[in-house]
C-alpha cells in the first residue's frame, strides 16, 4: 500500500455515496459556518465527517490532500459544495480501487 493511501480496514466506497450526503445541508452549514478566509474545500470535508460515521482520522488527512476539486469562485455556493463532494467521492472510489487490486 503507498504511503499516501490511508490504512482501510474496509472499503470505504461501499460507505460513502455522495448522494447520501445532503448537498443542501451541507451548503446550509457552510454558509453558517464559514469565515471569508475559510477554504472552502477543507470546510467541506470537515462537514462531510462530521455527518460521517466511517471516515477515520487518516482518512480525512488523507483526503485534505488530495483533494483536488473544481471550485469556480463563479459558481453558486451549492454548486462549489457539489463539486467537493464529487471529489471526495472520486478520491474514495480510487482508494477502493487501488485496494482491490492489492
Known amino acids: 500500500?503507498?504511503?499516501k493511501q490511508p490504512c482501510h480496514r474496509q472499503l470505504l466506497g461501499s460507505y460513502f455515496d455522495h448522494r447520501q450526503v445532503s448537498i443542501e445541508s451541507v451548503t446550509a452549514a457552510?454558509?453558517?459556518q464559514r469565515a471569508p478566509e475559510t477554504n472552502l474545500e477543507a470546510q467541506v470535508l470537515r462537514i462531510v465527517a462530521q455527518k460521517s460515521d466511517?471516515?477515520?482520522t487518516p482518512d480525512?488527512?488523507?483526503l485534505r490532500t488530495q483533494l483536488d476539486a473544481d471550485v469556480s469562485e463563479?459558481?453558486?455556493?451549492?454548486?462549489q459544495v457539489r463539486n467537493v463532494v464529487e471529489a471526495i467521492t472520486e478520491t474514495v472510489a480510487t482508494w477502493d480501487q487501488q485496494e482491490m487490486r492489492l
Open 30 to 32: 457552510v454558509r453558517t
Open 74 to 79: 463563479q459558481a453558486r455556493l451549492q454548486q
Open 54 to 56: 466511517w471516515l477515520t
Open 1 to 3: 500500500m503507498s504511503q
Open 60 to 62: 480525512i488527512l488523507a
